[in-house]
């Protein structure tokens, strides 16, 4: 069974910083792109941050200069650090993979980890 887990959601004020991990587990070959996502009260899900297992990344416009996604590939985990944190960032953070195992390709998700944004 293949999963995502996040963890390092919570209660930030407005300015300052948090790290989102999400680790994959499971019978895993290999992961293509690992991505965050988000989904505040009323809104559609939007991509927030993607990376590719050779390294580009890209970033909404949004968020882009505040935060930073990352990988280790040996550990199967993926980052998102969150500087400068602004209200319209409070959100649930969704981490998706798209990988292999030995017998099919799959799309991921986490179940999801909750930012709060005060201002």
């Known amino acids: 069974q293949v999963q995502l887990v996040e963890s390092g959601g919570g209660l930030v004020q407005a300015g300052g910083s948090l790290r989102l991990s999400c680790a994959a587990s499971?019978?895993?070959?290999?992961?293509?792109?690992m991505s965050w996502y988000r989904q505040a009260p009323g809104n559609q899900r939007e991509l927030v941050a993607a990376?590719?297992?050779?390294?580009?990344?890209n970033y909404a416009d949004s968020v882009k200069g505040r935060f930073t996604i990352s990988r280790d590939n040996t550990k199967k985990t993926v980052y998102l650090q969150m500087n400068r944190l602004k209200s319209e960032d409070t959100a649930v953070y969704y981490c998706?993979?798209?990988?292999?195992?030995?017998?099919?390709?799959?799309?991921?998700w986490g179940q999801g980890t909750l930012v709060t944004v005060s201002s």
């Open positions: 998706n993979a798209g990988l292999s195992t030995q017998y099919r390709y799959l799309e991921v």
């Open positions: 499971g019978s895993i070959v290999s992961i293509n792109v």
């Open positions: 990376a590719s297992s050779g390294g580009t990344t």
